[in-house]
Nanobody, 115 residues
C-alpha cells in the first residue's frame, strides 16, 4: 500500500528556516516524480515544486530561490528546505507522488510563519 507521511511543520518567525520531511512507503522510492503542494485558508491548493526520478527539481516562482527539494533514497524520504519564510508561506504543506499512474497524497503538515 502506497503511503506518504509528512512531518516537520510548526511555528517559525518571519525570516526563519524550516525543513519538512515526506516519508514514502509501499513503492520503489526514487522511481517516480514527487511533489510538494501547499494550501492556505480560503485558497486553492498550490504546487510548490517537484523532484523527478532522475533528481531534477523545479519550483514555483513564489518559492524559487528560497525553497529546496532534495531526497534520501535510502531513507525513502523527500525533504523541503524553506528559508527566508514570510507570512505568505503559512499553509498546510502536502507531498504527493504519482505512482503507477495514480496520485497519492500525505495528510499534510501545518507551517505557520508568525512573530
Amino acid at each position: 500500500q502506497v503511503q506518504f507521511e509528512e512531518s516537520g511543520g510548526g511555528l517559525v518567525p518571519p525570516g526563519g528556516t524550516l525543513t519538512l520531511s515526506c516519508k514514502g512507503s509501499g513503492f520503489k522510492f526514487g522511481w517516480y516524480i514527487m511533489m510538494w503542494y501547499r494550501q492556505s485558508p480560503g485558497k486553492n491548493r498550490e504546487w510548490v515544486g517537484e523532484i523527478t526520478s532522475l533528481g531534477g527539481t523545479r519550483y514555483s516562482d513564489s518559492v524559487n530561490g528560497r525553497f529546496t527539494i532534495f531526497r534520501d533514497i535510502d531513507k525513502s524520504t523527500m525533504y523541503l528546505q524553506m528559508v527566508n519564510l514570510t507570512a505568505d508561506d503559512t499553509a498546510v504543506y502536502y507531498c504527493k507522488g504519482d505512482v503507477d499512474l495514480r496520485e497519492y497524497w500525505g495528510q499534510g503538515t501545518q507551517v505557520t510563519v508568525s512573530s
